[in-house]
């Protein structure tokens, strides 16, 4: 098959496309024909050497993320069919024509929605779900911060704070990614310029504190998100593209019994994968069904101009995922 190999640790001129093998098909795994599959920050950290694929996953054939069909079933499954249409998450190996996954980690794609928008979906929604609905336990008209608001998990977690009714605020380091977000129900924006300060965060929570918070880019992010927690709020810290290292004020922390929990989705075991999967499939499917959430694209690129949508990606100007077309 043909999938995108990254040659060594680089910029965008190590991705090649190459003739590889194709995945073997275990007995409890389906073998999808990838249509489609998007980006995600972990793939440009993959490609610079500096977040190797989990063990078991291909190390060096980036991608978290797919739509296709099934091709082939194991001996044991019994949830699919070949032809069906699925999507889901994977530790890596999804820029490719072909992979095999646990059956149960795959979910149905709704009828309505087309390969490309089914692979903006798995990532960005499942994060969102996971760390908003599932972790943080939002509930109705409490206030959601999140950060970095223009990206695939931050317009998600827009729309899905939005389902539970509360409301969503959010940040950018661009006015017209605030502007575009409000499409999406965002409740109010604010601009980021440099590294946020404990002053920021009192003009972020001028009208209220906010019960949690959706850290996609952690650094100052994280305290200055620590001043602008209620009372027992949560924060839930996705992503360190502000920086690895955080200073937090921890008198701030305990006096509002401030919760700050790390979430990773692509490292989990196996059964926590398929819990997670099972219940995005049960809670959220349904939602793309009934057209109350929307995956947002910003472009897409045939799999040969992968050095184009990672350069794309690198700019920072996207709005949404950027999604690799892959075959017919």
Known sequence: MTAVVIEHAGGPEVLRLMSVEKPFCGPSEVLVRVRASALNRADILQRKGKYPAPPGSPTDIPGMEFAGEVEATGSAVQLWRIGDRVMGLVGGGAYAEYVAVHERTVMRIPAQIDFKQAAAIPEAFMTAHDALWVQ????????????????????????????????????????????????????????????????????????????????????????????????????????????????????????????????????RPLEEKITATRRFAAEVIPLFANGTLHPVIDSSFDLRDVRAAHERMESNQSFGKIVLCIGN
């Open 136 to 267: 943080a336990a939002v509930r109705p008209s409490e206030r959601v911060l999140i950060h970095a608001v223009g990206s695939g998990v931050g317009l998600a977690a827009i729309q899905l704070a939005r389902a539970l009714n509360a409301i969503p605020f959010g940040t950018a380091r661009t006015p017209d990614k605030l502007e575009r977000a409000k499409q999406y129900s965002l409740a109010a924006g604010f601009l980021v310029s440099s590294a946020p300060t404990p002053d920021d965060a009192k003009t972020w929570s001028t009208d209220g504190a906010f019960d949690a918070v959706l850290d996609l880019v952690g650094g100052a992010y994280t305290n200055a998100s620590l001043h602008a927690l209620a009372h027992r709020g949560r924060i839930m810290l996705i992503g360190t593209m502000g920086g690895a290292k955080i200073e937090l004020d921890s008198s701030i922390a305990l006096g509002k019994r401030a919760q700050l929990i790390g979430t990773v989705l692509r490292a």
